[in-house]
């Protein structure tokens, strides 16, 4: 059975995944759901957690678990781009489930660099993700999740990915990886990238109705627009 990789967003973990487990899609694919270093249940890396070693640790599991095909929350489709970079070999194919195209798609992330220290960064974003749950209950169990991450892992990571979307454009490198399609509700993405999406066609899939963790609330639409993109690319 083909095996698909699930790559998590900033301070996530394999969880908002699992629900994915009960649907179509895990009777034809193989899921891999791993916590990254830093998140849920692993511990960080010995050195600095930025994209670019999150990506070499992704290149390791699409080796070990023979997994060609990503599907990419967020964040998580930076370092899947990346990884595709660096084993262009081992990856065939991204979904990018409302994966960072520009740099506006930095919403908790982006908060990092504002912060001299990490603690003082994990206290801000936890009050913020506190006040956000009250309207938005998706977003309770994220910050459930972000309670638990590595406080020095996520401020590094976030960091990163300023320092990263100042030089490059997230959504040219997600292209330019390899077989692509992006999976999106319009209403959750920030201006500058559906107007980043008009300029530059790509495959996509609108998802509309859904939260930015799409495969927690509406895992069966989710696994559905999955299957459909792997079909649109040739998979």
């Avoid at 979307?165 to 490198?173: E, F, I, K, R, Y």
Wanted: glycine fraction near 6%; proline fraction near 7%.
């Amino acid at each position: 059975m083909p095996a698909i990789l699930f790559i998590p967003g900033f301070a996530d973990d394999g969880s908002m995944f699992a629900p994915l487990a009960d649907t179509k899609l895990a009777s034809l694919f193989r899921l891999i759901v791993p916590d990254l270093p830093g998140f849920g249940r692993t511990p960080p890396l010995k050195s600095s957690t930025t994209l670019q070693a999150l990506a070499s640790t992704v290149c390791d599991l699409v080796e070990s678990e023979r997994a060609q095909i990503v599907v990419a929350h967020s964040l998580g489709s930076i370092i899947a781009s990346l990884a595709a970079r660096r084993c262009p070999h081992l990856i065939s194919t991204i979904i990018s489930l409302e994966g960072n195209l520009t740099a506006d798609d930095a919403y908790y992330s982006g908060m990092a660099a504002d912060f001299d220290s990490a603690t003082a960064f994990r206290r801000a974003l936890l009050e913020r993700l506190g006040e956000l749950a009250t309207e938005q209950p998706i977003i309770a169990r994220y910050r459930s999740i972000v309670s638990k991450a590595d406080v020095t892992a996520m401020w590094e990571l976030g960091c990163d990915a300023r320092a990263f979307s100042a030089t490059c454009v997230p959504g040219d490198v997600l292209r330019e990886a390899c077989k692509v399609c992006y999976l999106y509700n319009p209403a959750n993405c920030p201006p500058m990238s559906l107007e980043w999406l008009q300029c530059h066609p790509i495959p996509k899939v609108r998802m509309d109705g859904a939260t930015h963790w799409a495969s927690v609330d509406h895992p069966h639409t989710t696994a559905q627009h999955i299957l459909e993109a792997l079909m649109r690319l040739g998979n």
